[in-house]
Structures are given as C-alpha cells and as structure tokens.
C-alpha cells in the first residue's frame, strides 16, 4: 500500500509499505477515510524529530523512524483480533491517538494521557497517512451516521481544545482569550463558548484566520501588530485581564504574552507545542499569583467532542480549507501548509 513516510528533517516520502497485518488481539485494522495535517506533524516535518523516536525504539511500541505519519483519522473497521468486543467489521470510526500501558500509575487513575510509556499514532508508531492502519481497539470511537468522514477526521483536534478547556477548566461568565486561531485555537474558542464563556477574544495576525475566529464566536480578533494586545484587552475588562488565556500557537514569543494577558490570579494554559524555548521574567507570576497549567492532547473527551459536533455547537466543517490525495500531501499538504499558512486551517488527506 502507499504511505507517508517520515524518515528526517523535511524528507517525507510517499512509497509503497506492506499493508498491515491480521490484527492481534485486542487491536482492529481500519482503511483510513481521510486523516488531518496536524500541527505536530508539521513540525515533525520542519523541525523534527520532537517526538518521534530514532535511535532508541519507543519504550511502549518498540517502533522507531522511519515512521508512516498521521493520527487525525477517520475510517471504517475491516478486520478485527481476537477478543475486540466494541467494535464490528464496518463500523465507522474515528479513534483517539493515545496508545498507553494501562499499568501506570496515571493510567490505573485513568488518567491516560500522562502514561508514563504515553504513544501516539503517527509518532510512535505507524499512522494514518496510508490506505490502513492497525490500532487497538480501546482507541475506537464510533461515529454517528450521518457525520461525514470528513467531519470525523477533526474530532481529535477538537478533543485536544476540549481537554484544555476543561484543564483550566472555563466556568460560566469566564472573559477568555485565545492566542492562536488555527485549528486547536479555533476548537478551544468554540469549546470555551460551549463551557459558558460570556466572551472569547482572540490574537491572531492571519487575516483568513482572523475571520474564521470571527465567524466561530469571537467576540474580537486582534493583531498584536496593530495593537497593544494587554493593553487592549485589560482595556475591555475592566483593566483586569482575562480570566483564562489559552497559548495554542507554540512559539517562544506567543508563551510569555499568554500570560501577560491574564488577570492577577488568573490562569493561563498551554496548549502548543513548541519547538523552542522562551525566555520569561517569572516574577510576573509570581507577584500576581498567575496560575499556569499544561494540556496534552485529551483523556477521554472524544465523546464529547462527538456529542458537541453532532449538536452543532461546535462546528467542524468550516476548518476544513483543504482536500488532497495522498500522493500529494508534500506539495499541497506539508509545503501548503509551510508557504500559505495564513490561508489554511486544517488540510485533509484521502489515500485512495
């Protein structure tokens, strides 16, 4: 079958992989529908290896580079291993991408995504980017049926903006801030406005990513180019600050801003992944007693991203910018994405 292949730093390639074996027990073989570009593959991409293992085999896997990429993914069951009891042969599905030990002391709390051997598909292990992909079962999500597998394909994206929704967790009345509008940003707005936000700002400079925002329930959208963000917003609260800021861009200078743009006793929570360090006085939190939280992808919340899509509060179709095949996913999915990111959101892939 064809696959996209991660072998180092900006070399992706598409060539022909063995298809996936009779899944084992407790794992389902599923032909991928369409699988998302994610922001951690695009950094992959540009700066890797962040997590993807090489000269070491992961500790829960045992896999290493080279590594077939992606984990935003919906499809259809067609085979399954002894024992999978959750899901049929054709069900439709899209699973979550965390694959854990379940032994742990995080895991035994169920608290999943701080596994202690924590695994991603397309990471850790083979992915999406590929006509199958073997999985285990206890990643199945079912899909109702008249979701799209388009739509499918954000759930995991939107789950990652849910989990960090409830990490702060948003209450209602909440004044927020989102720095970022792409995909996780835009799923953390429509989250926050879900939780009960009464307003969500958001910092973005892209001007097709400004209107998105709006359009999903920003109540503003500004340029820290044009305006002094703080200023701005402690001006429309009252000289406060936000209640909760959310950092879902991952850059050493979007990090320090984040919590600059929160109240005095305020949370600010971390949601991008970042390729490099920043550099931060910490007496800023210190002083004002600033509460700084992590968030990593999801534990548990693929259902409720379901449930909100399914109902329309959140809304997943208008993220979708991009429909390639795979034979295309470096010139119109990886380099799209490097060269036009202020026109793109979230790119979709079809292997067939």
Not at 206 to 232: I, S, T, W
Not at 243 to 249: A, K, L, M, Q, S
């Amino acid at each position: 079958m064809k696959a996209a292949v991660w072998y180092g730093r900006k070399d992706v390639r598409v060539v022909d992989v063995p298809e996936p074996p009779t899944p084992g027990e407790g794992w389902v073989k599923v032909k991928v529908k369409w699988c998302g570009i994610c922001g951690s593959d695009l950094h992959e991409y540009l700066a890797g290896p962040i997590f993807i293992p090489v000269s070491v085999p992961d500790a829960l896997t045992g896999s290493k580079a080279p590594i077939i990429l992606g984990h935003e993914f919906s499809g259809e069951v067609v085979e399954i291993g002894p024992g999978v009891k959750n899901v049929h042969v054709g069900d439709r599905v899209a699973p979550d991408a965390c694959q854990v030990c379940w032994e742990c002391y995080h895991c035994k709390r169920m608290n999943y995504s701080m596994c202690e051997k924590l695994a991603f598909t397309g990471l850790m292990t083979d992915g999406a980017f590929a006509e199958y992909v073997n999985v285990p079962a206890y990643t199945m999500y079912k899909i109702p049926d008249d979701m799209s597998y388009e739509v499918a394909a954000v759930i995991e994206p939107i789950a990652v903006g849910i989990h960090a929704v409830r990490q702060a967790p948003v209450i209602e009345g909440d004044i927020v801030v989102v720095v970022g509008a792409g995909t996780i940003g835009l799923a953390t707005l429509q989250a926050a406005k879900a939780a009960g936000a009464s307003k969500v700002y958001v910092i973005e400079m892209a001007k097709a990513r400004k209107e998105y925002a709006l359009n999903m329930g920003a109540a503003a959208v500004f340029d820290p180019r044009e305006v002094d963000v703080v200023a701005k917003i402690k001006e429309l609260t009252n000289g406060l600050g936000a209640d909760i800021t959310f950092e879902c861009v991952g850059n050493e200078k979007t990090a320090p801003l984040a919590i600059q743009l929160a109240r005095k006793s305020g949370k600010v929570v971390m949601v991008g992944i970042f390729e490099r360090e920043s550099s931060f006085n910490f007496f800023e939190v210190t002083a004002n007693e600033k509460h700084i939280i992590g968030s990593l992808a999801y534990n548990g919340e693929f259902s409720t991203a379901i449930a909100l899509m399914n109902d329309g509060r959140i809304q997943a179709e208008p993220m979708i910018t991009g429909k390639i095949k795979l034979a295309d996913i470096i010139e119109k999915g990886f380099e799209e994405l490097v060269n036009h990111k202020e026109e793109n959101i979230k790119i979709l892939v079809s292997p067939f």
